[in-house]
């Protein structure tokens, strides 16, 4: 699948810069961007579920939460 990225409000200079690094390497500056973001992105490895899970659980522990039996008797009265 290929798609389209579009980057706005880069500073003069990192142009300047993308562009001559684009010139060193023989790419076109969309060329080098797509390489760029390969390389600082192969590295990554995504998450797993229970990771998302475990940060998500500790971002909302002190917020008060409503059991899900309770939501759904809601939105079934709501009907």
């Known amino acids: 699948m ?5 980057v706005r409000n880069l500073e003069d ?11 060193r390497h ?3 500056t969309e060329a080098e961007h797509r390489e760029i973001l390969r390389q600082a992105l192969a590295g990554e490895e995504e998450p797993s579920f229970d990771t998302l899970a475990a940060e998500l659980r500790k971002l909302t522990r002190r917020r008060k939460q409503t059991p899900s039996e309770i939501l ?3 939105g079934r009265g709501e009907r």
């Open 72 to 74: 759904l008797r809601e």
């Open 2 to 6: 290929a798609g389209n990225l579009h």
């Open 26 to 28: 023989g790419r076109s």
């Open 13 to 23: 200079e990192l142009i300047v810069k993308l562009k001559r690094r684009a010139a």
